[in-house]
């Protein structure tokens, strides 16, 4: 399965790390990225919701503070289901600073609705968390000492 982070404030062909207005969140985005890729390949992108399209084989989970809120062991879980559904691409879209429209959301077709609660985050701190919770997913299928539980 190849993941894919679509950063809605990305202009095309920017690469991710100088996208981020604070290079620390870049940093440790990218950090968690590349953790993810020691399990799958990983790689980050920027998002026109008016190209995007989606194929057979691909999942697409939007960011949204109007999604589901989900423990890791879930996400975990969610992940592993994908994989064994062979599922060969997830998407993982997040807004910019604005979030998205409506239209934007209705356009984007997303398969799940992801909240990471009733906080508002910067879109850049919305990434990392994105990151480390999908690295944290793959720690808890292989069994890693990363996830304790807590």
């Not at 697409?60 to 592993?80: N, P, T």
Request: with cysteine.
């Amino acid at each position: 399965m190849l993941i894919q982070f679509r950063l809605a404030w990305l202009k095309p062909g920017t690469p991710p790390l100088k996208g981020f207005k604070f290079q620390a969140a870049g940093i440790l985005f990218k950090e968690y990225t590349d953790r993810i890729a020691k399990f799958v390949p990983c790689k980050s992108f920027g998002l026109n919701p008016k190209e995007i399209k989606k194929g057979s084989g691909i999942q697409r989970w939007l960011c949204d503070r109007q999604g589901k809120v989900v423990s890791s062991e879930i996400m975990a879980r969610h992940l592993q289901t994908l994989t064994d559904q062979g599922i060969r691409q997830l998407e993982i879209v997040i807004g910019g600073p604005d979030g998205f429209s409506v239209p934007e959301v209705q356009a984007l077709k997303s398969d799940f609705r992801w909240s990471f609660g009733p906080l508002t985050f910067p879109h850049e701190l919305a990434a990392v968390i994105a990151g480390e919770q999908i690295y944290r997913a793959w720690t808890i299928i292989r069994k890693m000492p990363y996830h304790l539980g807590h």
